[in-house]
């Protein structure tokens, strides 16, 4: 049984960081690649950032790059999110999955196989 686990959220104030960790197991964790993915009140949920099964490459959203950094630790079965320069708007549950490999670099949700339960970060201005 595949489980992705989101923690780290919580409420913090405009210009805080957090970083969030997504703990994987019942999968080949490398062979996965990792995303996370944002959902806010009222709207869709939306890609955040991406990262193949290696580390070695990864891709974010345009209106989040520089603030967000995505990495993995393939020995602990773990991906991250650090999130830097929160503002209120960054507000949404976030949510870890992941995708097959061969599907590279995804921001799409579809190609997305596994999900985690989400997480709530909340950023007060």
């Known amino acids: 049984q595949v489980q992705l686990i989101e923690s780290g959220g919580g409420l913090v104030q405009a210009g805080d960081s957090l970083r969030l960790s997504c703990a994987a197991s019942g999968l080949t964790f490398s062979n996965y690649a990792m995303g996370w993915f944002r959902q806010a009140p009222g709207k869709e949920r939306e890609f955040v950032a991406t990262i193949r099964w290696s580390g070695a490459r990864t891709a974010y959203a345009e209106s989040l790059r520089g603030r967000f950094t995505i990495s993995r630790d393939n020995a602990k079965n773990m991906a991250y999110l650090q999130m830097n320069s929160l503002k209120a708007e960054d507000t949404a549950v976030y949510y870890c999955?992941?995708?097959?490999?061969?599907?590279?670099?995804?921001?799409?949700?579809?190609?997305?196989?596994?999900w985690g339960q989400g997480i709530q970060v909340t950023v007060s201005s």
């Open positions: 999955a992941a995708a097959p490999a061969r599907v590279g670099d995804s921001i799409s949700s579809t190609l997305y196989q596994y």
